[in-house]
């Protein structure tokens, strides 16, 4: 004979007890979270509900909100780390509705999969902050990000005008295929360089945004384009990886390096500026300083946000990394 | 039977859970076996008593005890739980599947695909994504029952492949569901993947629950189940008792791609999208909650009632260290220490019993 083990029975019980009725999503209860009461003087949890900390520029994001949020008498952040799965962010955010937090600040891994639980926050009355990376639809309070296209644009100007003013052969090493922000960057590139049409890009090849595989794919690149006069890499890693073939194959000083993100970090593309291996990087701006900005008008302040902040990069160069270093807030 | 002899050396002829006793203990020595026996179930028992004390509050009410959060937890470990039900039988003959969280991405783009794509409706759509999930399980069963290559490679090549396959097939991009009648857009019935029975008792935990009820049932009352437990025990001596090794074998396999598949539909259904990437790592949580359940990774040991005990209590950690805010990084250390703990606790039970 062989007996059930009890969570089968239990679960055969509790099915024979669930009636059929089966609802929507959209039919969730309203009101189960009220609206947190805005006002000075009060205490506020802010949910941060990250898509992947492996990544240093999502790292520097949360110490980003983090230190600006000790900067806000009442504020409190907790910042759930989704290690790039969708599946894991979602349980996230229905944890932090669960608990009720009075704001939440999300840079959602990617939009479609995020959207539902994200809205179901929203109609919660949990005020939501949307960084870098948007959801579907309207059902957030504010969106902060930075323009890629307009990244790429002004890399290609300095391109055009101060890197190869006489024109030139540039090998491009692409970010990860598919993402939005590669497909930005590169398409403002060529809108920058446009203005120069003797610069040519001579290869393109994708290094998955990782300083290793930059590295490897501009091995082959340096090799099959002998003549070439300048890297433009999508990221500062993987422009870290071709300075390294360039440097192995002897060429590092024939050729300029130049990367975007600019993290104020020890292994980011500042200090490479700073210490000559890149010609110039980019700012890809964070957010997070702006997001507890944006948290401190909904909740302590009472007022209206801006639906959408766009966020300014800035070029780094030798002239100024030192500096912006320090006011991008990095520790040396 | 051979696996009664590796549970423990016990002396009954007990069936797969090894040898039956009363429940009762009746000496220090069957308290210690009662233990071990019912270990990921105390397990559970102790996690979930750990996760009521240590619940934040809300207006008097404990957060972890409320309906909307046990539904959470159940309904965010049902994917990793229903393949876990598959690896289970894969483990228990001795394989490992380390292919199926790619094959979850796999499934998960032709769901999206051909409902988003190219039109089809909720039925063919599931039908056509099973039969690929346990095509794919079959071809892995075969070449590791048939040709004899090692399941760790032949399941090590599987998860590339089905990665390439679902990376191809969706263009490298996450394919969104959205849905309504017109072209483009899925059929709403869907979307029921993302409701709740009553509100309270979302559908992926129906169908977890359901799988693991008929599971059990089958871990312990077919004949199969006594082929896969022989097989994983001796698999010489099985095949000299007349056991279709090779034909369990390809079942087993088989069986792991079919759930891993109403995972990935589910997966598709609760994103809303089909992305190509989806499913890094599931292999390892799904592993995870087979050993938490007291499965040996030697073979032939082990229960479902275990495994479904261990994906449940991994969800509760999960759950209860993020409603406590325990940082990212302490909840993977604590995670992983309670892996070798249960493992530890598996061999400590060959030892003492």
């Known amino acids: 004979m062989h007996r059930l083990s009890r969570p089968a029975l239990l679960a055969v019980t509790a099915l024979a007890l669930a009636a059929c009725s089966v609802e929507q999503p959209e039919s969730a209860p309203p009101g189960d979270a009220a609206a947190a009461e805005c006002g000075p003087g009060r205490d506020h949890l802010i949910g941060m509900s990250q898509a992947n900390n492996a990544e240093p520029y999502r790292e520097v994001m949360n110490t ?60 919660s009355g949990i005020p939501v902050i949307v960084l870098d990376r948007k959801v579907e639809g309207d059902k957030y309070t504010a969106f902060i990000g930075a323009d890629n296209t307009e990244i790429g644009r002004q890399v290609g100007q300095y391109y055009a005008q101060t890197l190869l003013p006489q024109g030139g052969k540039v090998l491009e090493i692409a970010g990860l295929p598919g993402s939005t922000p590669a497909a930005e960057r590169a398409a403002g590139f060529r809108e920058g360089i446009a203005s120069n049409p003797a610069i040519e890009i001579v290869a393109t090849q994708t290094g998955e945004w990782l300083r290793d595989k930059g590295q490897a794919v501009a091995d082959a690149l340096l090799k099959a384009h002998p003549d070439a006069n300048a890297v433009y ?52 701006p964070t957010g997070g300083r702006e997001a507890i900005d944006l948290a401190k008008k909904i909740l302590v302040d009472c007022t209206d946000v801006p639906r959408t902040t766009t966020l300014e990069t800035e070029q780094v160069t030798a002239d100024n990394a030192a500096q912006v270093y320090t006011q991008l807030g990095g520790q040396s | 039977m051979t696996e009664t002899a590796k549970a423990g050396g016990g ?86 599947d380390l292919s199926v969280g790619a094959v979850l991405g796999l499934s998960a783009v032709g769901t999206a695909i051909l409902m988003v794509d190219s039109g089809w409706g909720v039925l063919p759509t599931v039908v056509v994504v099973l039969l690929i999930g346990a095509a794919f399980g079959a071809l892995q069963g075969v070449a590791t029952a048939v040709i004899g290559i090692q399941a760790f490679i032949v399941t090590l090549a599987g998860l590339q492949v089905a990665r390439g396959l679902a990376r191809i ?53 077919t004949a199969f189940s006594r082929h896969v437990y022989a097989i994983g025990g001796n698999e010489k001596a099985a095949r000299l008792a007349g056991v279709p090794v090779t034909r369990v074998k390809i079942a087993v396999f088989t069986i792991a791609g079919l759930l891993t598949a109403v995972a990935g539909i589910i997966h598709a259904g609760q994103l809303s999208q089909g992305s190509p990437n989806d499913g890094i790592g599931y292999e390892l949580n799904a592993i995870a909650a087979v050993v938490i359940g007291g499965t040996s990774l030697a073979g032939g040991v082990g229960t479902m009632s275990g495994t479904l005990a261990g994906a449940l209590l991994l969800g509760i950690l999960t759950n209860i260290l993020g409603l406590n805010n325990i940082d990212a ?25």
Do not use: C
Request: charged share 15%; no cysteine; aromatic share 6%.
């Open chain 1, 64 to 123: 980003d909100v983090e230190t600006a949020a000790e900067a806000v008498d009442g504020f409190e952040v907790n910042v759930a780390d989704a290690a790039q799965d969708n599946s894991k962010q979602v349980a996230d955010v229905e944890n932090f509705i669960t608990q009720q937090v009075d704001l939440l600040i999300i840079s959602p891994n990617e939009a479609a999969p995020l959207t539902a639980v994200v809205a179901k926050a929203f109609d």
């Open chain 1, 233 to 284: 890499s999508h990221n500062d890693p993987m422009a870290e990886g071709a300075y390294l073939a360039a440097d192995a194959a002897g060429r590092a000083g024939d050729l300029t390096f130049t990367g975007i993100d600019a993290l104020p970090i020890p292994s980011g593309g500042i200090k490479a500026v700073e210490q000559g291996r890149l010609k110039a990087t980019y700012v890809y």
């Open chain 2, 11 to 96: 002396t009954g002829t007990g069936g797969p859970e090894g040898p039956r006793r009363s429940l009762l203990p009746t000496d220090r020595r069957s308290l210690t076996q009662t233990l071990f026996r019912f270990q990921s179930l105390f397990g559970l028992v102790v996690v979930f008593v750990v996760a009521v004390l240590a619940s934040p509050q809300r207006n008097g009410e404990l957060i972890f005890l409320s309906l909307s959060n046990l539904g959470n937890v159940v309904r965010a470990v049902s994917e990793i739980g229903i393949i876990a039900i598959g690896m289970t039988f894969v483990i228990l003959v001795g394989g490992i």
């Open chain 2, 169 to 221: 097939w969706s263009g490298g991009v996450g394919v969104p569901i959205a849905y309504g009648d017109g072209p483009q857009q899925a059929p709403p019935s869907f979307e029921i993947l993302r409701g709740s029975i009553n509100g309270v008792l979302p559908v992926p935990a129906v169908i977890f629950l359901v799988l693991g009820a008929v599971a059990v049932i089958v871990l312990r009352t």
């Open chain 2, 329 to 353: 990084n302490i909840q993977l250390l604590i995670t992983g220490l309670v892996i070798v703990a249960a493992a530890g606790l598996q061999k400590l039970r060959r030892t003492v019993t």
